[in-house]
Nanobody
Framework: QVQLVESGGGLVQAGGSLRLSCVASGRTVSTYAMGWFRQVPGKEREFVAAVSWRGGTSLYAESVKGRFTISRDDDKNMVYLQMTRLRPEDTAVYYC????????????????WGQGTQVTVSS
């Protein structure tokens, strides 16, 4: 498995931007698809964005398309989530996740998870 640590969360006003980072270690991370998910208390964890190994395919939830961008830097074992035009409904704990090779939108497909970073968007 891959070990993941997120950072970059915080408090931002609606319309603002944040960049989340996730550093991976362990297995050869370049062969893993990397994803971002989010969760609010009392709700299920939901898909945000994912990118396949070598950046071949990127997937986005409809709610974040055009506002969020996922990217990866395999030389640094990093994956990023650039979030722009943030909305109060984006408030959640954001989790980085990894699975072999191909990106999917399903929580159950991912085998490694970080501890999460809180993002709070004020109105």
């Amino acid at each position: 498995q891959v070990q993941l640590v997120e950072s970059g969360g915080g408090l931002v006003q609606a319309g603002g931007s944040l960049r989340l980072s996730c550093v991976a270690s362990g297995r050869t991370v370049s062969t893993y698809a990397m994803g971002w998910f989010r969760q609010v208390p009392g709700k299920e964890r939901e898909f945000v964005a994912a990118v396949s190994w070598r950046g071949g395919t990127s997937l986005y939830a409809e709610s974040v398309k055009g506002r969020f961008t996922i990217s990866r830097d395999d030389d640094k074992n990093m994956v990023y989530l650039q979030m722009t035009r943030l909305r109060p409904e984006d408030t959640a704990v954001y989790y980085c996740a990894a699975r072999p090779v191909l990106a999917t939108m399903h929580v159950i497909d991912y085998e490694s998870w970080g501890q999460g970073t809180q993002v709070t968007v004020s109105s």
